[in-house]
Every structure is written in structure tokens, then in C-alpha cells.
Nanobody, 127 residues
Framework: QLQLVESGGGSVQPGGSLRLSCAAS????????VAWFRQAPGKEREGVSC????????NYADSVRGRATISRDNAKNTVYLQMNTLEPEDTAVYYC????????????????????WGKGTLVTVSS
């Protein structure tokens, strides 16, 4: 079965950190760019970060820039999103997506050519 599975979400206090993981099964991620999106209650889904297939290029939404780091381990078929200094506004369901590469993908936050979505992992930031 071809799927992406997110993990690592949970409840954390403001200022805390979490590392989200996105693991692929049934296919290899190394030919895909991978994006993280999030959707907060009552809000539209937004792009958080994107990483190229090789890991050499990354991009971040302004809302998380400087607090988030995306990385990948193609040998483990997994992409990570390290989130630091979490804020209540980061509360959302976080989804990863496998993106067929296209010109300008990273610059445009990998919003097109999405072949696979994960089911999401919930991050709650609250005191």
C-alpha cells in the first residue's frame, strides 16, 4: 500500500519543541520533493515548508521561518520537520505530501503535483 504516515505530534507548552516525521511506505521518497502543510481549526490549509528530493533546497512559510527546520533521510525514506519555540498559533493538524518535482517547486512551496498525502498528525500548543 502506497502511503505517507506522519508522527510526532502531541501537546506541548508554548516555547516547546516537536519533531514531526513523515515516513513513506510502498514507494521511495527520494524522487519526490516533500512538503509539510497544516490546517488549524476554522482556517484554510497553509504550506509550512518544502524540501527538494536531494535535500539541497528548502523553503519555509514566513510564519515558521527561523523556528522550523525541514530535513530528510532518504535512506530511511523519511522527512522531518523540527519545530522550535512553538506558539499557540502553531496548533493545527500537520500533513506531509509527496510532490513530483517541477520547475520552481521549492520557491512556490510545493503546492502542485502532489501525488500522495498523509492523514496528518495533531500538534497542540497550549499552557
Amino acid at each position: 500500500q502506497l502511503q505517507l504516515v506522519e508522527s510526532g505530534g502531541g501537546s506541548v507548552q508554548p516555547g516547546g519543541s516537536l519533531r514531526l516525521s513523515c515516513a513513506a511506505s510502498g514507494f521511495t521518497l527520494d524522487s519526490y520533493a516533500v512538503a509539510w502543510f497544516r490546517q488549524a481549526p476554522g482556517k484554510e490549509r497553509e504550506g509550512v515548508s518544502c524540501i527538494s528530493s536531494s535535500g539541497s533546497s528548502t523553503n519555509y512559510a514566513d510564519s515558521v521561518r527561523g523556528r522550523a527546520t525541514i530535513s530528510r533521510d532518504n535512506a530511511k525514506n523519511t522527512v522531518y520537520l523540527q519545530m522550535n519555540t512553538l506558539e499557540p498559533e502553531d496548533t493545527a493538524v500537520y500533513y506531509c505530501a509527496a510532490v513530483r518535482p517541477y520547475y520552481g517547486a521549492i520557491h512556490s512551496m510545493c503546492t502542485r503535483n502532489i501525488d500522495y498525502w498523509g492523514k496528518g498528525t495533531l500538534v497542540t500548543v497550549s499552557s
